[in-house]
């Protein structure tokens, strides 16, 4: 009995003894001395001991930020719109000849330059939107190749698509005019 006396006892001070050591910056009169007195304590400084490699990237620099920004929101309207629209009337006409099974294709660009990376985009997203399934396995489901090629009159060019058998051979192609941005 006189053993868990003593031992609560000793408990009791050694807690006291603890809690005086704790100090409140509350009532510290300025910032100064108050930073003073956290930088001392041993609270938990995050990362800055582990080294000194900043936790994100640096914000981009100013050039870059001023050349993203679009200014010409009609012009990249009008260039979606007929894009879109031209690409819609190459697969509505191309349409009778796609597969209706879920057979998946496979599209190709041939050469690949900006106008056909622009063609790719726009007829995968007609496709998808009319619910084609489309791979990128090669020789896995159907193949087909699109083209760009300017014509001769100003801003406007000949669109195609066309479908390979699977020796490469073109068994349906379809072209349609396109009138497109510069």
């Known amino acids: 009995m006189v053993d868990n006396r003593f031992f609560s006892l000793l408990l009791a001070m050694a807690s006291v003894l603890a809690l005086s050591a704790c100090t409140s910056v509350d009532n510290v009169p300025s910032d100064t001395v108050r930073s003073t007195m956290l930088s001392t304590q041993s609270m938990a400084k995050g990362y800055r001991y582990q080294d000194s490699t900043p936790l994100s990237s640096p914000a981009p620099s100013s050039p870059w930020v001023r050349s993203a920004v679009i200014s010409d929101t009609e012009k990249m309207a009008s260039s979606t719109a007929a894009w879109q ?13 796609l597969p209706k099974d879920g057979t998946p294709l496979n599209l190709m660009s041939t050469p690949a330059d900006v ?4 063609l790719d985009h ?61």
Do not use: C, F
Request: cysteine-free.
């Open 85 to 97: 629209g031209a690409v819609y009337e190459l697969v509505a006409q191309m349409e009778p000849n």
């Open 122 to 182: 726009y007829l995968r997203q007609s496709l998808i939107q009319r619910g084609y399934n489309l791979t990128t396995v090669p020789n896995a489901g159907l193949q087909i190749s699109h083209k760009v090629e300017k014509a001769k009159t100003p801003r406007t060019y000949q669109i195609s698509m066309t479908i390979l058998d699977g020796k490469g051979k073109a068994v349906r192609t379809e072209t349609v005019p396109a009138v497109l941005p510069e």
């Open 115 to 118: 106008n056909n990376t622009t």
